[in-house]
């Protein structure tokens, strides 16, 4: 197949998009209302949402750490250990909420855009490797300070439990708004 | 604190400058800007919408064309033409014309695919769009090369795509290279390199 025959189909598609009769008045209208957000949008809010969440989380934190039934010297450990977690959490969230905030879709060149979308993509990843063992060092502590009471014991374990599958859900929603730039399709990388 | 008379005129000059830099714009560009310097838009809120609609209703064939391309479901496709909707709004009070209509289109297009497209492999396939979205109004149409255009603009990978897109629509390698950031001899390259691309793929359609 020639060039002219490529040419010649693209121009038979352009035909075919340009009779399309899909109302755009709805599209335009929800536009104009702006009430819908674009996905990246969503996920520059949701980011902002967990870092501000997180610092409220310290607060609330060390306000319930007073009613676990544990020693002192672990309570204190654990409230701290928690502290740090909610914080790099939080710092981390915000750091991928304002690179996300830097890109100008209607003026920044496609290989800019991509390359911040893949480098956030890469450091949620980075940072997610980073609050799994800190998360899993606070769980430690908590187990160990409450090894003689198995009811605090069972908690922890629901806790561990419900946590998991919140963050695995969490993590599946921001994956989704993200473009796939995944080992075998990398293919934005112009530079 | 009242501004000093160098403060006046520094402003004045600033204020003649943007006129002029405005009045410029207006003359060489075929279509008006829409952003002025001075008054912030020189545009009504009501003429604004008017002008976002003309720019839709014209380019609808071209935002219809790259949603469709990076789209891999019908859902995925109807999102991308909303967000790309949305974000051509959004950019409409940055927009001063100095670019030609069809290629801040196309960057808005093509930011918003690159941003937002989600890749899901269990709709990963080399088979288009064509039956499940409902793309071809006319039934005489070739549905066929539809078909086949689809097949191989899709066996090529997403930058490659993009590219091919552009010169598909005959635009020149500069402003190729400045919708997607590249020097222009590099998008030659790879254009070259596609086209080559491409004419084996054909080959297997054969």
């Known amino acids: 197949m020639s060039y002219k025959k490529i040419k010649e189909m693209w121009e038979n598609s352009n035909k075919n998009f340009l009779h399309n009769n899909q109302n755009f008045d709805s599209m335009i209208k929800t536009a104009i209302d702006g009430k819908k957000q674009t996905a990246l949008a969503q996920l520059i809010k949701r980011y902002q949402m967990f870092s501000r969440l997180s610092i409220v989380c310290i607060f609330t934190g060390a306000g319930m750490f007073k009613y676990l039934d544990l020693p002192m010297n672990i309570r204190i450990l654990t409230l701290l250990a928690f502290a740090i977690y909610l914080s790099t959490a939080g710092i981390m969230d915000y750091w991928l909420y304002s690179k996300l905030s830097e890109i100008d879709i209607a003026n920044m060149k496609v290989s800019t855009v991509s390359s911040i979308i893949g480098k956030c993509r890469k450091r949620h990843h980075q940072f997610m490797m980073i609050l799994i063992p800190m998360c899993m060092i606070i769980v430690g502590i908590i187990i160990f300070g409450s090894v003689n009471n198995k009811w605090a014991l069972g908690s922890v374990i629901c806790g561990v439990i419900g946590g998991i599958a919140i963050g695995a859900c969490q993590y599946m929603r921001f994956m989704k708004n993200y473009q796939t730039l995944s080992e075998e399709d990398n293919d934005y990388n112009f530079m | 604190m009242t501004p000093s008379y160098a403060e006046y005129r520094l402003h004045g000059i600033t204020y003649v400058l943007k006129w002029l830099r405005y009045a410029l714009i207006s003359l060489v560009s075929s279509e008006p800007p829409l952003y002025n310097p001075v008054h912030g838009s020189r545009f009504t809120i009501g003429s604004i919408e008017a002008r976002f609609i003309e720019i839709i209703n014209d380019n609808k064939a071209l935002i219809n064309k790259i ?139 054969i």
């Open chain 2, 67 to 205: 949603c469709y391309f990076y789209a891999n479901s019908t859902d995925d496709f109807k999102d991308l033409q909303q967000d790309a909707i949305i974000n051509i709004w959004k950019g409409m009070s940055s927009y001063n014309g100095e670019s030609k209509t069809t290629t801040w289109i196309y960057r808005i297009c093509l930011n918003t695919c690159v941003s937002t497209w989600r890749k899901n492999k269990k709709f990963k396939s080399h088979s288009p769009l064509t039956h499940s979205i409902d793309i071809i109004d006319d039934p005489t149409e070739k549905d066929e090369q539809m078909e086949q255009l689809h097949y191989l603009i899709n066996c090529l990978n997403s930058s490659e795509k993009m590219l091919i897109m552009m010169w598909l629509d005959e635009m020149s390698y500069d402003e190729i290279a400045d919708v997607c950031g590249l020097n222009r001899n590099t998008v030659a390259t790879k254009i070259r390199r596609i086209k080559e691309k491409l004419y084996k793929l054909s080959q297997t359609l």
